[in-house]
């Protein structure tokens, strides 16, 4: 009786290839594929360019201010760069359509700059980095946030001293 | 030559596939398995056939970093194979290096010594990814004809 449902449930199933080069492909959501990386949350600790085993991240200082290059062609898609980033800027996604022509290959970088900005208080010329904040207590408005955010290390630190006795 | 035109139409229906492992750790080589074994993939629905013999061969997929012992012997076996060719390369390894990359015992990358056409990065990459580089290879080798 048993192989007459199987029979029957093949029938009703279809075939179980997978359409994808006819049509879209069946992607697990938690897949780990291209890097994406969002320099508005980047705090500039360079942690993922030091954990990464392929050596496939590379910050450049530029006069623009600090760039944050991926090359997919030599990233083994292990996810530790995700695991170590403190601010979730540098993320996994699950596109994996990253096949290309050799002449492309140089192209596979994902690329992002950390511009640089002049401190509100100081007045020097420092990278416009996502500040530390999360392990800070009592936790940060958000308007505290952003006012750290236009400060230069230096003076971060002389508000977050401020702060702390006032 | 529109009849010319037809025969490559229909010789670009069955491309058969060449594996060389060129000291590949065996993770891209067993995605490669998967793609023509498992019916979940199955690359044999673009015509394409693994052959044993590398003078059948006109797709040709090149897996790992391509050690030093094993350069020579790959290098011979892909001069076998009858032109018009397309190489793909399966895997970070054959496309830069990968974890191996400046090694002095790998010779990575390969397109120093074969012509690349087409790169399918991932540590592996899987299946579908594979699919997707053999289909680009084919649009290739259908101008090459």
Redesign the interface.
Known sequence: MNFLTLFARNLWHG????V??FGP?TTPEH?R?RITFDPKQCEGCRLCEKVC???AIRFTRTPGGMTFDC????????GTCEFYCPTKAVKQSND???????GE?YA?VEHGLIPNQICVECGAKALDTSPAVSHIKPPLSETEVSELRARCPKCRNKYLRSRKTS | MTFINKLKDFAVKSPWLYRINGGSCNGCDVELATTACI????VE??GCQYCGSPRHADIVLITGPLTRRVLDAARRVYDEIPDPKVTVAVG?CP?????F?ESYAVCAPI?QYFP????????P??P??????V??AIA?WRQRL
């Open positions: 075939p179980y290839t997978d994808f080069p492909a897949l594929a085993p392929a050596g090359w997919h062609a030599t990233c083994v898609f292990c994996w359509h990253l096949a290309h022509e050799q290959k596979q | 019916p979940r993939y199955d629905r673009l970070v496309i830069s290096g990968g974890i990359r397109d690349v056409d087409v790169n399918v990065p991932g540590c990459p899987r579908q990814a594979i699919i997707e580089g289909a680009k290739i």
